[in-house]
């Protein structure tokens, strides 16, 4: 039976809201501010946010991925440089290229796409008779070279490539701004599925490598016009402070990125496991999880996620973060945050006496009807226990040092890059963390040596690869 929605049925809306004075005051307050204002409790005490009793001990600049979907890049690369830091006496400022692991992420997922567009050869996107196999095609389509990646494809990128001091491969325009980059690039990968499309399969089959290479050298040159060359050989100097707080100029001279990475960065990516907590009678806890189709780099090792409790990701996390290691994680960044207070706290919140009702689900639930998902990538660098009321993280992001008000372009508000994450907000709002193996329990680790269940592509923990841009907005 169709239930069509009638001119008096809106009416009935109309006079059930009006009637309410409380929603007429609600319509009027939000009409004319930002509805987060609306929803914040004018008691919540928001000093607790101040208050931590283990933090990471290291002074360090907060960096700013701009207008690009590099927020796990970044949250990886702030984790090494603040050993980096540590170690050489750097200055507060210091960090690797992002733009680098950029560059040579988006060639990898090019190879990978172009790839799995000749394994499927035979699937036409002609067709209006819908399958399985035709489906996951144009969702590779569709979400081709995002910005988006996650733990496997960072180990296997500085795995392969290395890491490099920013000072040797800066940032520029289209790497802080990368829409016009991922639109150009895809259309030409789109092309190049066309033509895979249409070259007859013995010609496919006989010619594969000399054909991928072709479309991938158009590739690289694509990426070099756009976000620069990568070094195959770097110098790096810097300046180490000594005792008497005098700086000491030093220098590496012609080393490649990747022996950069194994002789002078003090971070083993293969000693890192990542754990999430995906709270579903579906996905049981204690098992291997991999998503299907999830980008990797071609050739390399894939590494699984461990599903655990929360309780085990809380628990992990406090001791990296008392050993003095931070932790990155992946969360939902829109759910209960106030970016002007710097703070993710669902008590700070009350949709119940706006609305009558709060949108609040089990995470579980939360999950797969898609009202949450991990898709944001922020690093934790301390924390306080000491009191259940103020129980809670002190989390980095990568967003600057500066928000814009929404409509108000021209004024900054008041922001240090970090925030309080309530412990609450913590367990409903986040999804995966990457730690080191000795703070894991061996039982939860050995669980990594099974053969993995195989999520489907479209698992909301597959969000994080279809990062599109930041929203450096309050």
Known sequence: MVNKLTHKVISNFSHKFNKNKTNKIVKNMNTKTDFINVLLKSDYTQDKKKTYTNIIDVQSKITDQKLSGRCWIFAFLNIIRYKMIKKYKLAPDFEFSQNYLFFFDKLEKANFYLSYIIETHDVSVETIQSNDKLVKLVHILDNLTDDGGCWNVFVNLIEKYGIIPKTNMDDNFHSTNSEELKNFYNDFLRKCAHKIKTTPKNELIKNRTSILNNFLSECYKILVVFLGEPPVRITWEYYEETKDKSKKAKIIKNISPLDFYKKYVPYCAKNKVCLINYPCKETPFFKHYDIEMSFDVLGEKRRGLINAPISFLIDA???????????????????????????????????????????????????????????????IKGYNFNNSKTNGFLVENSWG?????????????EYDGTYYMSESWFKDFTFEIVVDKK???????????????????????????QKKISNNYA
């Not at 814009?404 to 372009?409: M, V, Y």
Request: hydrophobic share 40%.
């Open 317 to 379: 996390t406090k001791k990296s973060i008392a050993n003095n290691e931070a932790v990155w994680i992946g969360l939902d960044i829109e759910k209960y945050v106030s970016h002007k207070n710097s703070f993710m706290d669902k008590e700070a919140f009350d949709y119940d006496s706006i609305f009558g009702f709060d949108n609040a689900m089990d995470k579980c639930d939360a999950l797969n009807y898609r009202q949450t998902a991990p898709v944001h990538a922020m690093v």
């Open 401 to 413: 040092d500066k928000l814009f008000e929404k409509g108000e372009k021209e004024e900054n508000v």
């Open 439 to 465: 703070y894991v329990p061996k039982k939860l680790l050995s669980i990594i040596n099974q053969k993995p269940t195989i999520l489907p592509y479209w698992s909301p923990f597959g969000a994080l690869l």
